[in-house]
Each structure stands twice: as C-alpha cells, then as structure tokens.
C-alpha cells in the first residue's frame, strides 16, 4: 500500500492506504483507482469519503504527502488469482 495523506482546515491530518493499479515495470508514475465519496449521497456516510473528495478537487499543481510502499505483495506467474468456482454435482 501507499500513504497518501493532507492537513485538513482543521490542522489535523488525514491519511489514507491505497493500493497501486500500475505495474512494477512501470517507471516514473503510478496509477490509484479512486472512487470518489461524495458528501448527502448516502445517509449512513452524511459527509461522505473525506479523502476521496479532497483528490477530486485537486488541480495540476497541487501536492499531496505520499508515503510507502508498506507491506509485501508478490504476484507469481501461473499461481492463479486466488478464485475458485465450485459447482454442485448432480
């Protein structure tokens, strides 16, 4: 996971995991898929995904902390994407 994280209006930070979507091979940049949470959408979540809503008002130019990776992930070649189907015998 990578740490992204800002100082909100109140002075308190905010910090988030988020996975990378590119690959290792990848270099010079890295890809997030971000949904975004908006705010009087979902009454359980009255203000919504705090960070999620702070990314999409970013403009070019703006900057954020960004701090890892953390963790191990390891993909395998030919080790299968950890699903199983199961159907039931007749």
Do not use: C, W
Request: glycine share 12%; net charge negative; aromatic share 12%.
């Amino acid at each position: 996971h990578i740490k992204l994280s800002f100082t909100d209006e109140n002075g308190e930070e905010v910090e988030r995991p988020y996975t990378p979507t590119s690959s290792d091979d990848e270099l010079g940049y890295v890809d997030f898929v971000i949904k975004v949470y908006f705010a009087k959408v979902n009454p359980r979540f009255s203000d919504g995904g705090v960070m999620s809503q702070y990314m999409e008002g970013l403009k070019l130019g703006d900057t954020m902390d960004f701090r890892g990776p953390t963790g191990m992930i390891e993909y395998k070649a030919g080790a299968g994407n950890g699903q199983q189907v199961r159907y039931p015998q007749v």
